[in-house]
């Protein structure tokens, strides 16, 4: 042996001289392998800015322009490299492990204690690409030295195992990982598994291809990278609770992490009673203390006239569904809630029992868990009443929930003279947003009547009635005296002071999305 890595001259014993065909096929697995758990990293980078940030189309284009950027950098990195292809790929794959592996709790760390959350993603992407850029540089030297072919063959053998595990592996993601592991352990996971393929090649295929220094090294290395990852294992579950609460300033007493969304309830006691709020991806969705203000407000003008069946799309912590409940002329009310778990949640949890009244195990309730936009488009069944109680339209999965196709489909869904309620966030720290709903209900043959009051939790906050058959003024005719709604009160919630009147906006599409791009840039800043 030669003290560069090579195979050429291997010794009998060397699997990759001794059985080539079989050496060829174990290398073709890592490659399929380490695609996989590449596409992984990607994955988790993006999901995990979706939940912690929002606008999903800007985190994807950060994290996929800056990763593909950089495997290019690190494809050009690896060619001074191949004279000792073994140890530079062993090298490269144990610290494409650890730092995939720890990706997400780092980038959870940096959001909850540094609030560094950007530069970190930007640094840890350019990082994760610049490794898996000078995996396939490697793999194919070390796929030559078994047995030289051409190498335009050689490339198809090499790509076409390449986009199967990457393929692969972007199913595992959502479909696997998640459900079974979350992000911050399925990364962990997909770290070891990365390993261990990494592990394999070295020290089973290549192993009489290192020099003894080399292999000693390379096995403290490896027993590092493994014992780390096994001990953020191990330390996951505690390191997710003492940096989730890091984000809230109140004692987190219940949460979960769905396939939508991170949920949240934090309750701190008061001189009021408990304060118990509920947080959606770290936006505050509720304060028990004045969470009445902003659901008589959504509910009730909507409920002046014909009420007999009532659809409410979204609204799954039941406490929409609880104003609606007052009036004993229901038929029938169905609630269109996507996340499972947060139903789940708002039947179980004791605080929100307590708050929703336990509407959402009340028999004349119908619970449907579906998305609101798919479901609408297949069902024929029309309502007294809509109330459209979504998150505020910042990410691309909310956007079309606030588009002029949605809105239409919405009155599709109205009975004759029947009404609808949109919650349009705040016409004074979102003024765009909560105007642009406007002239987007108004586009889809919904001429709505804007409003606003004040829930302190919030700020001044707004909403959008409208009926099938033109303009409404928002009344209340409520079963019993409300804590908060009177008819004077909605008096003085139509008018708007004159540096907050309305603002001509164009209708938001779902090709056009403007909805989107007014939200994100006036909740950053809110």
Not at 60 to 74: D, E
Not at 94 to 123: C, D, K, N, Q, R
Not at 289 to 308: F, T, W
């Amino acid at each position: 042996m030669s003290t560069t890595d090579t195979v050429d001259d291997a010794p009998p014993g060397d699997p990759a001289a001794a059985w080539p065909r079989l050496a060829r096929s174990a290398l073709l697995a890592v490659v399929f392998v380490c695609a996989a758990c590449g596409l992984v990293y990607e994955l988790a980078l993006v999901s995990l800015g979706s939940f912690l940030i929002g606008n999903t189309a800007t985190q994807a284009s950060i994290v996929l322009s800056v990763m593909v950027f950089a495997m290019g950098v690190g494809s050009l990195a690896a060619k001074p490299l191949q004279p000792r292809s073994v140890t530079a790929f062993a090298v490269v794959e144990l610290a494409l492990a650890l730092l995939g592996g720890l990706s997400v709790m780092a980038l959870y760390a940096a959001f909850a204690h540094l609030e560094l959350y950007t530069p970190a993603l930007i640094a840890v992407a350019f990082v994760l690409g610049l490794l898996i850029g000078a995996e396939i540089p490697l793999l194919m030297v070390l796929l030559q030295r078994i047995r030289r072919q051409e190498a335009g063959a050689a490339v198809a053998d090499m790509f076409a195992v390449d986009y199967i595990g990457a393929l692969v592996g972007g199913l595992c993601f959502p479909f696997l990982l998640l459900p079974l592991f979350g992000q911050l352990r399925g990364a962990l996971v997909v770290g070891l598994v990365n390993a261990a393929a990494g592990c394999f090649l070295v020290f089973v295929i290549f192993r009489k291809a290192l020099r003894r220094s080399h292999l000693v090294a390379l096995s403290v290395a490896s027993l590092v990278v493994v014992a780390t990852l096994i001990a953020a294992l191990v330390l996951s579950t505690r390191f997710e609770v003492t940096a989730r609460q890091a984000l809230y300033r109140d004692p987190i007493v219940a949460s979960a992490r769905s396939a939508y969304q991170d949920i949240v309830i934090t309750e701190r006691g008061t001189g009021a009673g408990p304060d118990t709020r509920l947080y959606l991806n770290g936006d505050l969705q509720f304060s028990s203390i004045d969470e009445h203000r902003y659901h008589e407000a959504l509910v009730h003008p909507a409920m002046a006239g014909a009420h007999a069946s009532v659809l409410i799309l979204g609204g799954g912590d039941g406490l929409a569904l609880r104003e609606v409940l007052r009036y004993p002329g229901i038929r029938e009310v169905t609630l269109v809630e996507l996340d499972p778990a947060m139903i789940r949640l708002a039947r179980t949890d004791e605080r929100l029992r307590r708050l929703n009244k336990g509407s959402m195990s009340d028999p004349r309730a119908e619970i449907v868990t579906a998305d609101a936009f798919g479901w609408l488009r297949h069902t024929d069944r029309r309502f007294d009443v809509i109330v459209v109680d979504m998150p505020d339209p910042d990410d691309t999965a909310t956007a079309k929930l606030y588009s002029t196709e949605f809105y239409a489909m919405v009155r599709a869904h109205l009975a004759d003279g029947g009404r609808v309620v949109v919650q349009a966030g705040s016409p004074y720290f979102a003024p765009k947003s909560f105007w642009c709903i406007a002239s987007t209900m108004r586009a889809a043959g919904l001429p709505a009547t804007p409003y606003h009051v004040d829930v302190p939790a919030f700020g001044d906050w707004g909403f959008h009635l409208a009926s099938t058959r033109g303009p409404v003024s928002p009344a209340v005719e409520p079963p019993e005296p409300l804590r908060f709604l009177s008819a004077e009160q909605l008096t003085a919630a139509t008018v708007f002071p004159l540096d907050r009147q309305p603002l001509d906006l164009p209708p938001s599409t779902l090709m056009d999305p403007r909805i989107l791009r007014y939200a994100q840039g006036e909740w950053a800043t809110y």
